[in-house]
């Protein structure tokens, strides 16, 4: 059958037996296992009421046990066992074998990097972005632009890159604005994303240039929550414009820059088709995701790959428990 | 007949936070019932557990000589008008008032004739293709109050429905619920409301609640002459009913109290001897005091602050220890009262006494206690 | 803030002329890709996309006369177009490598024995000698040409329609939208009933439920792939649309819940109630009022999703693979990139066609995504 008829037939049979399921779990538990009626209908009602929510969140709660908590366990598992010993529990042997790999320790080495520098820039771009938009009358318009690379895949942003660092033999015209600028300036052509250890901020500027939209629309809608009166009092007191930015406005949306810092940080342990796309990972810009994936799936060594999978695992858990604990005290 | 029945009914949170208990009242065919309080009193959460929105944790609640604590709201015969009208905002009005009539699985014509009637009734007919967002605030309530008459309900519940108004269109909007009340003899309606003058306007019999209990019951009248307690005594009223302290002097048909502030009160309200000496509580309403001259008082002191109204003038005294100002409206103009003494009387047949918190009147009273908020 | 007495005009000029250079800045990556989409690929390998606009004047590479040659008044003569169907103008011209600019446009160069060459603006040539050229070696031209600005919509059709030189970028094309709409349909629905079970109503464990999704919200994918690889080979649909949908189904589940869950949380309570007491089910309450409510929440949602879902590469190449016929978009780029990296004709088309439907998306519903980014990250 024909992939595509075959996708519109998932959807038109998804959607039906989605509706379908919760309709006649519904009707069958009203009707026929507690019905409403006869000398037990309070305490029918009672029951059903009890067993209606775990019948709504079903299928859901099945999808995410499946999908992602047992995953989660499984690599947990895998990254303690070998898979060329049929799967023997090996403790912290694949760990050890991961720490002594100098890709890995590169790839360590990056992610670090990258965890400073993209969230930083980002958000200072966006905040500068947002701030700057808010105050002009085609300020929307400007948004939308910084805003457009979101919709942009990781991949088509790196064709979009790439072909700013191309480079062309010297003498030739440069048909890479870099290149172009910098021979312009009397340089010779360079192959930016070979040089060590700067091509591995050439590579970061394209997650900077993807993430700050983002930034900025978070930022200006937290800049625009801010009492306008604080502002005015400000400028009463006498503050010039900078002041105004840095010791009014900058603190009263500290938050929100915590929140959006650590949404890009996020994105950023994720950053995988980036890397893969642009070097994939030669000369000294391997990161953990690319890592992961060259060890599981070219390698194919799933107990590496698990290993550093739970380490990127790691990493994200404090954002995971620091999520989780605003996220309990709201529900209160 | 008797429509609603509660007995001995209660509600508790979480197995350890009471929030009512022992709540026992008769609703009769044709009243329209006003529950008022102060906030936090619980009567919301009566309402709504009469709805059948929030659990009945115990006694028994019974419409119709039914048992309705485990039946489900929309099969207890009930409607209700929310604070917030509630509308679906993404339906027609007309789709809005016939919403529960579909899902009843009631014919198409039933439905039309039903939503038509009622639309005519409250003069919604020309805004029946209307969005609820295209409406004004008055006819947004006139909406959420058509919605309930096309059930044919037996009993109405309305939750504080003019609260969301302006004060001009609160006035119209009571005075149009009256009318239909006048117009639906034979519906019940239980209001519930903060505001005393709709509280008055509007019921047949009042339920006044405080404390997670009734503090008294009866027709509007009843409660602003012969309240049964200090509480309902100075909730009912503005300004509240002053109370002053005193002792029992006389005891008899009539009753005379020494006050600690040096006067003296005689009331209609009888006492038996046993009561002779009893400390009390005297209450008299600001509008009741009368300037006394130079005979007897039962009050007198220096006038802080005048307010004149015109019709009347409120005279606020200097407040002696901890109590509050005692508070006299007197009819007309009175210029030059201020920082002067002026001693205030009342008649015997405005003076209430109040032993523990209970008015003589009520042998069997309870005293109603209220945790300040 | 406009408002304010004694204000200098000149920061707000400083602030136009920044937000100016941001918007160039943003905007010049994208715009190069999009012109150099249209430029073929001598253009583009020949300069920088920028200069597209203008007329360019360059060297062409060397160009052998050639022609049927005819006997006029006792002379032989050859004569053609240099350059046929190309519209340029020349500005100078040579017969040897040492001195391209020789000539002038109309001028005639002796070429010795009796031979000249004669080449005017346009490009024609005129070539008589006395005996015939017929066996002979013909003179080489050196031309310096102005061409002006010139759009081809080529590369699409080469890229989208032809077999070959696209590489397959329609079939990847069809691919990605066979992935991305089941895989935005689906997980909304299921999300929806879940949210409004853990919005409105009350059952033991909702509150640790709540705090599930939102630790599963940061669960990065990566971890999950090995271990539902094996269950879908287990199963029998290891690689195939179905397990990418359904990988895609539960990845944006716990965002779709969120998102849905802060949403119906924010719709009055009275308006549920008053459903209630009008005597419609948890299934009616939902269908008739909280799923058209929702609408906003379900838009942002579904952009959110299918925006992921297209741009996706981990969980295509994972879940569907490598093979030809099911590669989809940003595999193919990812692969166009290592195979032809230098042919940017192709690359850029590829991409951008990869690109264009994102963003038509983007801008048609910008309003819903950022309420959605504003919902699900901004407490």
Known sequence: ??????????????????????????????????????????????????????????????????????????????????????????????????????????????????????????????????????????????????????????????????????????????????????????????????????????????LIWIQTGFAMVILSAALRGIPEETVEAAIVDGANPFQIFFKIKVPQIMPTIVVVWTTITLVVLKVFDIVLAMTNGQWGTQVLANYMYDRMFRAFDWGVGSASAIVIMLLVTPILVWNVRNARREMR | MTELKLTDVGKT?????????????????????????????????????????????????????????????????????????????????YDNMAFA????????????????????????????????????????????????????????????????????????????????????????????????????????????????????????????????????????????????????????????????????????????????????????????????GEGAHIFSGEVNITEALGEVTLLYYTPVGGADPVIAKLQGIHPDMKHRRVALTADPSKVHVFRNGVSLLYPEGRNITVQPH | MDNIAGRKSGLTWAVHIAVVLLVILWLFPTAGLFVSSFRTGDQISGSGWWAAFSTQQRNEPAVRVGGDEVQQGGRFVLQGDLFPNRDMTIKAWGTSSRDVEAYEPGATADLGDGVTLTLDEGGTFTLAGPESFEGQRLPRVFATASSPPEFTLANYENVLFSGTAGAGVGQSFINTATVAIPSTVIPILIAAFAAYALAWMDFPGRALLVAAVVALLVVPLQLALIPLLQIHNVIGIGKTYMGTWAAHTAFGMPLAIYLLRNYMVGLPRDIIENARVDGATDFQIFVKIILPLSFPALASFAIFQFLWTWNDLLVALVFLGTDDERLVLTGRLVNLLGSRGGDWEILATSAFVSIAVPLAVFFAMQRYLVRGLLAGSVK
């Open chain 2, 101 to 292: 009539l579909r899902i009843a699985r009631k014919k198409d014509d039933e439905v039309r004739a039903a939503v038509t009637a009622a639309a005519d009734k409250l003069q919604l007919s020309g805004l029946l293709d209307r969005l609820p967002k295209e409406l004004s605030g008055g006819q947004r309530q006139r909406v959420a109050i058509g919605r309930s008459i096309v059930r044919d309900p037996k009993v109405y519940l309305f939750d504080e429905p003019l609260s969301n108004l302006d004060a001009a269109l609160r006035v119209a909007t009571r005075i149009e619920i009256a009318q239909l009340k006048e117009a639906m003899p034979d519906s019940t309606m239980i209001y519930v409301t903060h505001d005393q003058v709709e509280a008055m306007t509007l019921a047949s019999r009042i339920v006044v609640l405080a404390g997670g209990g009734i503090a008294q019951v009866g027709a509007p009248l009843t409660l602003y002459e012969r309240p049964e307690n200090e509480f309902v005594a100075q909730f009912i009223g503005s300004p509240k009913m002053n109370l002053l302290p005193g002792r029992i002097v006389q005891t008899g048909q009539q009753t005379a109290v020494e006050l600690d502030g040096g006067g003296r009160a005689v009331s209609d309200y009888p006492s038996n001897a046993a009561m002779q000496d009893s400390p009390v509580n005297i209450g008299v309403r600001p509008e009741d005091f009368v300037a006394a």
């Open chain 1, 1 to 206: 059958m024909h992939p595509v008829l075959q996708g519109m037939i998932t959807v038109v049979l998804g959607v039906g037996i989605c509706i379908g399921y919760f309709y006649f779990s519904n009707q069958f538990l009203d009707k026929v296992l507690y019905p409403a009626r006869g000398p037990n209908a309070g305490r029918n009602i009672n029951r059903a009421n009890m067993i209606r929510p775990w019948l709504f969140m079903g299928p859901a709660i099945f999808v995410l046990a499946l999908y992602l908590v047992y995953p989660v366990l499984a690599t947990l598992w895998f990254s303690l066992t070998d898979r060329d010993q049929g799967g023997a529990f090996v403790g912290l042997a694949n760990y050890r074998q991961m720490a002594a790999e100098p890709k890995f320790l590169e790839a360590i080495r990056n992610n670090m990097l990258w965890l400073v520098v993209v969230p930083a820039m980002s958000t200072a771009f966006g905040l500068l972005a947002a701030q700057l938009t808010d105050r002009i009358s085609w300020g929307n318009v400007a948004k939308s632009i910084i805003f457009m690379p979101m919709a942009i895949s990781f991949v088509g942003a790196s064709v979009i890159w790439k072909l700013i660092y191309d480079t062309r033999p010297a003498g030739a015209d440069q048909i890479g604005v870099l290149n172009a600028i910098w021979t312009a300036l009397g340089g010779a052509p360079q192959t930016w994303l070979t040089i060590e250890p700067w091509n591995n901020f050439l590579l970061m500027v394209v």
């Open chain 2, 13 to 93: 949170y979480g197995g350890t936070v009471e929030v009512l208990k022992d709540i026992n009242l008769d609703i009769s065919t044709g009243e329209l019932v006003v529950f008022v309080g102060p906030s936090g009193c619980g009567k919301s959460t009566l309402l709504r557990m009469i709805a059948g929105l929030e659990r009945i944790t115990a006694g028994a609640l019974e419409i119709d000589g039914v048992l309705v604590n485990d039946i489900p709201p929309a099969q207890r015969g009930i409607a209700m008008v929310f604070q917030s009208y509630a509308l679906y905002p993404h339906m027609t009005v």
